[in-house]
């Protein structure tokens, strides 16, 4: 049971590949030395970053120890060391875990660009929506195991018909990764604001109602005060709108490329 909302909003934060990156490497591509077995039959690296994951979904990133973990996992800490060196390997190991599917879609050439990087940037904002604690995580600098690979080969070879070159296609992917995130830092600081107040968006803004109809009456906000009713309501999704803007504008940029190829050719 969570005995509190996860904390995604401290003003500490975790970063990506700060562990003993060698060991890290290991582990996520399975190349290292396996531990004998031990007083605790079951546990396995698997087992643990499960139960590091669950710690944090349920109570934030900072309940998560090794220690902890072991307390969850029935036993002691230092059994865990055996397989994991430490919480900075086990972050690596539970982003990898969250951040990117065991087996990408296969069909790696079907559908257009613009279809895959919406179904991206989607389950990429669902991620972070089901793990709020991603967003204590500076992931400037991540590990690559296999799965995030896979994750990255699937989607680069179903945007590379845009005919962008090399570096533009991964810039693309950091661009889609970056608007997710500040839609998701959005949304999740909007749920954590109503769980800390007791209060609705609706009981929130509906509270300064008196003093706003006030400030529009003054005619100093004409702008503001001319915008239709409907719009501040919930039912507006600012996420697709945006992200469909974005995609836009990479269509122009991809029309434009193929018009100057065709002209080159023709010339």
Request: proline share 6%; with cysteine.
């Amino acid at each position: 049971m969570t005995s509190r909302p996860p904390n995604s909003t401290s003003t500490s934060t975790e970063s990506s590949g700060s562990g003993d990156i060698g060991r890290t490497l290991e582990l996520l591509w399975d190349t290292g030395p396996r531990p004998s077995r031990g007083p605790k039959p079951g546990l396995s690296v698997d087992r643990i970053v499960d139960a590091a994951i669950r710690i944090a979904d349920e109570e934030g990133l900072d309940a998560v120890s090794m220690r902890r973990v072991a307390t969850d996992l029935g036993t002691g800490a230092m059994s865990l060391y055996r397989y994991i060196p430490g919480k900075a390997e086990l972050l690596d190991l539970m982003l990898d875990r969250v951040r990117f599917p065991d087996h990408p879609n296969d069909g790696a050439g079907s559908g257009s660009w613009r279809a895959a990087l919406e179904s991206a940037a989607r389950d990429a904002l669902a991620v972070h929506r089901r793990h709020p604690w991603l967003l204590r995580v500076n992931q400037s600098r991540p590990l690559l195991g296999p799965r995030a690979l896979a994750t990255l080969e699937h989607l680069l070879a179903r945007i590379r018909p845009m005919g962008l070159t090399d570096p533009e296609l991964v810039s693309t992917v950091v661009m889609i990764d970056g608007y997710v995130v500040g839609a998701a830092r959005t949304q999740v600081h909007q749920e954590e604001a109503a769980r800390s107040t007791g209060l609705t968006d609706a009981e929130f803004y509906g509270a300064q109602v008196p003093a706003l109809e006030k400030a529009m009456a003054t005619g100093a906000y004409p702008t503001l005060a001319s915008l239709s009713p409907d719009t501040f309501t919930a039912g507006f999704d600012h996420f697709e709108f945006g992200l469909g803007r974005i995609l836009d504008g990479l269509e122009m940029v991809v029309q434009q490329r193929c018009a100057a190829r065709e002209f080159s050719v023709d010339a």
